[in-house]
């Protein structure tokens, strides 16, 4: 886990809150979509605890000041991405509820995630990481779960599918759902 400077959280903000990489950074526009958007203001907030999460400690304490900020996060937003994952620029949501992110996770640029996705481990203290390339998109309920997992770059995974082996680049990837009846 690297140290993430000033220059690169401002990058962070200008792609994921001010709409792109091309927008001059200024904390006025920023401020307003903040005020607008949700999704906006839980990017702005996490990545900005991240950033401290990352800093070493000085005259003040920023990792129990990420903590602080991170838990008042989960608890406004229903979204539990924990500090320690590393996820490159340009995360976006459809719904905001239940997305939980592992810090094992390893997540390339563009990731777009649907409602109650799950990226975790299988048990607290595994070894193994999960890498997610960029170009990413999660349906809805999806469930990734494992170690030593990677999934490539422009993978589309449908809604309700359960991820524990390797996806390769440019792939869709789906669980096969069979209704069973019991007629009596």
């Not at 003040?60 to 000041?65: A, E, I, L, T, V």
């Not at 989960?74 to 994952?85: K, N, S, Y």
């Not at 203290?125 to 494992?146: F, M, P, R, S």
């Not at 030593?148 to 599918?161: E, L």
Request: with cysteine; charged share 25%.
């Amino acid at each position: 886990m690297e140290y993430m400077d000033w220059e690169s959280l401002k990058r962070f903000w200008r792609i994921e809150v001010m709409g792109g990489e091309e927008k001059n950074f200024n904390f006025k526009r920023m401020y307003r979509r903040l005020r607008q958007k949700e999704q906006e203001h839980y990017l702005f907030w996490f990545r900005l605890a991240q950033h401290l999460h990352r800093r070493p400690k000085g005259i003040f304490n920023y990792p129990k000041m990420a903590r602080r900020i991170h838990a008042s996060l989960v608890r406004t937003h229903g979204i539990d991405i924990m500090l320690a994952a590393e996820i490159g620029p340009g995360l976006s949501f459809a719904h905001r509820v239940g997305i939980v992110i592992a810090d094992a996770a390893r997540i390339g640029e563009n990731l777009f995630i649907r409602q109650n996705t799950t990226i975790g481990v299988r048990a607290s203290g595994q070894k193994g990481l999960i890498y997610v390339g960029n170009n990413v998109e999660l349906g809805a309920n999806v469930c990734i779960i494992g170690d030593n997992i990677r999934i490539g770059d422009n993978v589309t995974i449908g809604a309700m599918a359960f991820i524990n082996k390797d996806i390769p680049d440019n792939s869709t990837c789906y669980t096969r759902h069979v209704a069973i009846i019991n007629q009596k």
